[in-house]
């Protein structure tokens, strides 16, 4: 195994060299301290075309790195998009997918924005189950975690000038992981950022592209140098209202009442986000999307963040130059934990499958 690989793997019991040959070393996985970061598995899925040829089903093959040209427009250009969904092991003993659907759509969008070959959903759905299927194993024990699904879309093929690539890449790789920010259901401390923004109108920020990620990396660094999970972003017009927590969508609750910040382009549409809106619907709640105020949210009863990583994290504080605002007292409020227990019920099939989100991987 590469060294670069061995250092983000997860702890495991035994040598890791032999998982890139294909061993079953998910047995040596410590179940009970996973955290949110890569142990390589077994198999990943791949499929390659030239840009005018139609999408093709690809192969699994083993886990590794590929071979990609030096002009390939994803390394040059950033053409190139990714998704984040999981797979879990149910309450039922089975192993279910949630809302891979959506995953499939949002890429879509995407691929148009970044101008790829949008690959069709069927294509999509069916890869993702033939390499959850193929890494079953690796799905963490019920409770203990999920597996990470990250299918990547990208132009491999070489181009010099700004234009899209003339081959495409669709490939999934999968891996075990934990809770995205430490203590999972522990409130988080999040400051609002003062000199970045993430997306401004008319840019990439509505779209799951690659290249929105890298800039947030100095300023989430700076503030977790501080003491802070992560970064509040504000919008690039006003910079006073709200838009997204680094990778996750922001909600707060006053007096029993949902505000997420609207959909206008510039904040991802989370799949967890539209989840979240109709099951508090359901349970009798208000949920507004609108312009979130920083100052408004500040003073509400509660806050979280959540998305596939996130799931759903409770906010304990949000920092904002010289003021910082707590909610509670330091514990999730009690809508954000009954919306928490809502949610992961639906994906552990503790509770009813209200909305049809559930999708069982077909038996092999
Ligand atoms: N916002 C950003 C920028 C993200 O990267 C993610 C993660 O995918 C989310 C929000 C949450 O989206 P989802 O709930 O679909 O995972
Ligand atoms: C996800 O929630 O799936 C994400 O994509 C977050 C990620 C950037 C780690």
């Not at 700076?222 to 838009?243: M, N, P, S």
Request: net charge negative; charged share 20%; aromatic share 8%.
């Amino acid at each position: 195994m590469p060294d670069h690989q061995r250092r983000a793997s997860q702890p495991l019991k035994a040598n890791p060299t032999s998982l890139a040959s294909g061993n079953n070393m998910s047995e040596s996985v410590d179940w009970d301290s996973l955290t949110f970061s890569l142990t390589p598995t077994d198999t990943m899925y791949i499929t390659t075309i030239r840009a005018d040829e139609p999408w093709m089903p690809g192969q699994l093959q083993p886990y590794g790195d590929i071979p990609m040209s030096p002009a390939a427009g994803v390394l040059n250009y950033g053409q190139g998009l990714f998704e984040g969904m999981k797979a879990y092991t149910t309450s039922k003993g089975r192993i279910v997918c949630f809302r891979p659907e959506e995953n499939a759509r949002r890429m879509q969008r995407g691929a148009d924005r970044l101008k790829m070959p949008p690959v069709p959903e069927s294509i999509f759905v069916d890869a993702v189950e033939q390499v959850v299927n193929a890494n079953r194993h690796w799905v963490p024990p019920t409770g203990k975690g999920a597996l990470y699904i990250r299918p990547l879309l990208m132009g491999s093929g070489p181009v010099l000038g700004v234009a899209p690539a003339p081959s495409y890449t669709f490939l999934i790789y999968v891996t075990p992981v934990g809770p995205y920010f430490k203590g999972g259901m522990t409130a988080i401390d999040l400051l609002i950022s003062d000199h970045h923004h993430r997306a401004a109108p008319g840019g990439s920020g509505g779209v799951k592209a690659i290249g929105n990620y890298a800039p947030g990396m100095k300023p989430s660094k700076e503030a977790k140098a501080l003491g802070f999970a992560e970064v509040i972003y504000l919008d690039a017009e006003t910079h006073t209202c709200i838009e997204e927590v680094g990778a996750a969508n922001f909600f707060c609750i006053k007096d029993g009442t949902l505000y997420t910040p609207e959909l206008t382009g510039t904040i991802l549409p989370g799949i967890t986000r539209d989840s979240i809106i109709q099951m508090a619907r359901h349970l009798g709640h208000d949920v507004v999307e609108g312009k979130v105020e920083a100052t408004f949210a500040m003073e509400a009863d509660e806050a979280f963040c959540c998305g596939t990583a996130a799931v759903i994290s409770p906010i304990g504080s949000i920092t904002l130059g010289e003021t910082k605002s707590t909610y509670g007292d330091g514990q999730p409020g009690p809508i954000t934990t009954k919306l928490y227990d809502a949610l992961t019920g639906v994906q552990n099939e503790t509770a009813e499958d209200t909305f049809g989100w559930i999708h069982p991987l077909p038996s092999l």
